[in-house]
């Protein structure tokens, strides 16, 4: 069974960066894409940013030029820079991967999510 754990969420002020990583462990047999989301209380989870295969990314505009989503192929890990963190970053933060598991099992795996609060 794969699963999927992050780490390096906590408490920054205003301006500072944090870095939160998503180690998975299981057999995984490929990655088509990995991903961050957050989500605050009384509002739908929402995108951050993706990465796919082939390192290709995407972000929400709210996090463009302040966010670096990366992964170590490696390690099958997936890392978010989060720099110039304000206080909207405030939130949940879950780690996503759209995976196979073999060569015809395609599913979509979640974290159990990680806080960010973002307070002076």
């Known amino acids: 069974q794969v699963q999927l754990v992050e780490s390096g969420g906590g408490l920054v002020q205003p301006g500072g960066s944090l870095r939160l990583s998503c180690a998975t462990s299981g057999y995984i047999f490929s990655i088509n894409a990995m991903g961050w989301y957050r989500q605050t209380p009384g509002k739908q989870r929402e995108l951050v940013a993706t990465?796919?295969?082939?390192?290709?990314?995407n972000y929400a505009d709210s996090v463009k030029g302040r966010f670096t989503i990366s992964r170590d192929n490696a390690k099958n890990t997936v890392y978010l820079q989060m720099n110039s963190l304000k206080p909207e970053d405030t939130a949940v933060y879950y780690c996503n991967a759209d995976l196979y598991t073999d060569w015809r099992r395609r599913s979509e795996y979640w974290g159990q999510g990680t806080q960010v609060t973002v307070s002076s």
């Open positions: 990465i796919r295969s082939g390192d290709s990314t």
